[in-house]
Each structure stands twice: as C-alpha cells, then as structure tokens.
C-alpha cells in the first residue's frame, strides 16, 4: 500500500506497538486512532470491513493491521494503515451528551456532500486526549487510555434525550470511572418548539437525573452551561443569549456538588476576545455562496461551527478541565 500520512495515534494503555511499515517502529501506546480530518471514512482490520465504524477515530480491542480509507479536505481518496499490537483491557470512556453544537457529523455517510463544514466540538474532542496532554487532566480522567464517545444528537434538549432512549443505551453501557460530559440547553429553551421545550425546573431535574445515574455506575459527571451563540453583539461584546438555562445548570451542579464548566461564560469572554468579524467568518457557518458543495447559497448560521470554531471550543473545555 502507498505511503501516506501516518496515522494520529493517540491515548496511551500498556504495552502496545506499532509498525508504520516494516523495519520501522513508532515508539506508542495506543488504543485510540485517529485519522487526518476528512470524511467518508471506512475502517477495516487485516482487510476486513469493520461494520459501523464510519468516524474519524477507531477505539482499538485487538491486536491486527488497521487501515482506515476515507477522503481529506480536498476531496481526494486516501488510505492510512497501522500495525497495532495491544495488551491490556481497560479503557475509560468520556461520554458526551448534548445537543447540535457538540454532535459529531463526520458519523453522517452524506457529511462531505451535504454538511461539510459543519462540525460539533465533541467531533474534535478526542484530538485532546492524546498521551501528551492527557495528563494534564489527571484529575479528572484516572487512566492512561481514553475514548471519546459522542453521543450529541442535533435537536435534542434534555427530555427529548432521555425519552428517545439515548440516556438508556449510555446508562447501560458505563462503566466506573467513565466521564459523562452534558451541555444541553439551546432546544430546552426553545419556547416555540414545544417538541423540544423544557421548563428550567423541568431541565434542571433532568440534569438531577443524569447526574445521579451517572453517579450510580460510579461514572464522573461533568456538566456545562450550553456554549454560547454569535449573538447579541453590542459595543463589541457578546451577552447571554439564554437567558436563565446557564444559571440552572450552576445551581444543579451547586446542589448535587458536581464540576462545573461554564461554557456559557467561557465561549462569550474567548468570542469577545477576538471579534465580531474574525467569529462570524471563522468560527460560525457563515461563508460566500457555493464554497462548499452542500451549500449553493451562501451559509448564515451564527448557532453552528466551522472547524475552527469547533477546535477552539474543544480546547476551552479540556483547559478548563485541567483545572477543576
């Protein structure tokens, strides 16, 4: 097979090596790959399709020969290949929870023709977790391997989460000392969507209830007021844009003694930082009309990230990780 980019090989186990091609070792440990950006991924091990695993990233069990085919920003066909060999079991899990602008779109098999370049910040999460920065986050993730799970679906508030079972399916699956991660709030607070509106007593004890239950698999809560949207902008500063949904979150985590990150606070004070202009063109889905192939008009969307913007956001939440 061509020699292309060496895999992104990320999150340290036990004893793990790798073999970019033969002869050469790359001195790793790893349970987590991850491709170069791009979509249309397809993994497979030793040649064979692995069913499903269509993301960025790949959480290694086995030991095999890793290949992942998929196309780069610039629309071409490529292919990344690893020898990986693996020992040990444990693998701990950050779980994310939440709403559109934490969602991984790369998962859609249409991402590149119809969203590019929409991008949830939960989508460039595990790009944090690598063995060079995760210590940083000792604190809070006790383990030398880490996988993010995103679970962020676009228009879900917290009660449309719960009833359509994507509480559930994470409960069931978590394991002690798994990280649950929630910003939710943009579509709790959209009164006129009654599919999607929760009261702020309503969001707070749905809070209460992913909380406990996360607590009760003695898994680690972590919740976040909901990232802020690019507006109101006045004298070049940018408010609140939801009202008393951040509050609620911060008396929740007050209540039940969970860390808090408040997003909402975070994301306003980094926007203002660096501009009105420089964040709508940058970090919002705003763009000219027929720049990308899923967009023949052009793009107005101050709630939604480009990558950049993702990136930056991500990397808010992992600093202030470090910290609590």
Sequence with gaps: MNKLLTLL????????SLVAEPGITVGAKTKTLIAAVGTDYQWYRDGEVLAGEIGQTLGVRESGSYTV?????FGRSRQQTVCVEVTGTKIVKVYLIGDSTMADYALDADYRAKRYPITGWGQVFQAFMCSDSLFKVRNIIKADSVVVVDKARGGRSTRTFFEEGRWSEIFKS??????????????????????R????????EYLRLFVNQ???????????????????WADGKLSNVHGEYPDAVKQVAKELNVQLIDLTQLSIDFFTSKGQGYVTSHY?????AGLYEGYPNRGKDNTHFQPEGAVEVA??????????
Excluded: C, W
């Design 9 to 16: 090989l990320l999150i340290l186990v036990s004893s793990v």
């Design 174 to 195: 978590l394991e002690p000392n798994d990280l649950v991660i929630m910003q939710f709030g943009h579509n709790d607070a959209a009164k006129d969507k009654a599919e």
């Design 69 to 73: 085919a998929y196309t780069d920003v």
């Design 315 to 324: 990397r808010l939440v992992f600093q202030t990780m470090a910290g609590l």
């Design 284 to 288: 919002f889905m705003n763009f000219a």
């Design 197 to 204: 509106y929760v009261t702020i007593e309503g969001y707070k």
């Design 214 to 232: 996360a607590r009760e698999k003695g898994a680690v809560p972590i919740l976040l007021t909901p990232v802020n949207r690019n507006y109101p």
